[in-house]
């Protein structure tokens, strides 16, 4: 179920709760039983509840969609296992290689990285960077160092996940539906997305509620 889809699954249930509750509430009224102040406090003790499941739940959501997006960043920031005297003499070969690249090579090694993005580690980005600026290419390191931050996350890799990327975009919708806990938001039968404030919620007459769910 997309997420937007679950928001407003969850306000439509909300304005059901407000209209039982306003409902309780009227009869309570009705009754001449009991005196305006006491009608009023109830009214307002019914908007702290409905306010407070609001709050929970959005909490409860946005909490479990940064547990999504951490399990993703963990699996990507995970030190490979390996041989260590194998990794390092692979980083003295690499750094080797760099340094032994004229100008010119490493210009044009540069130049491929920024069209492509393709490199066999991050180490070898930051020693490709450090020879760079070593030779004093600082305008064509601070590109290259610009293309694997914003464009191809070379530091933080698990930002071009395919799912990362939707949970970040489920999650910054759930941080804009549920800013205010006073507001919920149902699609109505016309497919009209509307919010709903609960205050207003516990004073609205039943026909006011019809088709919204």
Do not use: C, H
Request: charged share 30%; proline share 2%; glycine share 4%.
């Amino acid at each position: 179920m997309a997420i937007e889809d679950k928001i407003f699954e969850f306000g439509a249930s909300i304005v059901r709760e407000a209209e039982t509750r306003r409902t309780a509430i009227n009869r309570l009224q009705m009754s001449g039983n009991y005196t305006p102040q006491y009608i009023s406090d109830e009214r307002q003790k019914a908007v702290a509840a409905l306010q407070q499941e609001v709050k929970g739940w959005f909490d409860g959501l946005k909490a479990e969609l940064k547990g999504k997006l951490a399990k993703i960043e963990a699996k990507y920031s995970q030190t490979p296992v390996g041989d260590a005297s194998a990794q390092l003499l692979a980083f003295q070969r690499t750094q080797a290689r760099l340094k032994a690249m004229s100008k010119d090579e490493l210009a044009e090694k540069a130049q491929q990285y920024i069209a492509d993005g393709a490199i066999s580690s991050v180490d070898e980005l930051d020693l490709m960077l450090t020879e760079l600026r070593n030779r004093e290419m600082n305008d064509l390191a601070d590109k290259v160092r610009l293309e694997a931050k914003q464009r191809y996350f070379a530091y933080q890799p698990w930002k071009a996940d395919a799912e990362y990327r939707q949970l970040e975009q489920d999650l910054s919708k759930v941080n804009i539906y549920g800013a205010d806990p006073n507001t919920v938001y149902v699609k109505a039968k016309d497919g009209v997305v509307e919010a709903r404030s609960i205050p207003d919620l516990l004073n609205l007459k039943t026909d006011d509620l019809l088709g919204l769910w």
